[in-house]
């Protein structure tokens, strides 16, 4: 799909900034590995309820990372 392909380098230009941002150290990135984790064998068992489950609490963590963050840039 040409829109697709289009879009695919914003949307990767946009992942790689949040990861920066709410990832800053390797610490912080290896407790957000059991999350992605979750999402993968949801997705790998056909579970649609559990993956949107596990979609969820990752996205909220990533909204706490982002919030705290830049909370701390802010002051």
Known sequence: NQYLDALESAIFAGLLLSIRITNPNAKQNSTSIPLHTSIADA???????????????HLADASRRLSVTLGKKGK
């Open 43 to 57: 997705i790998i068992q056909q579970d649609p309820t559990a993956a949107y489950a596990a979609m969820k609490l």
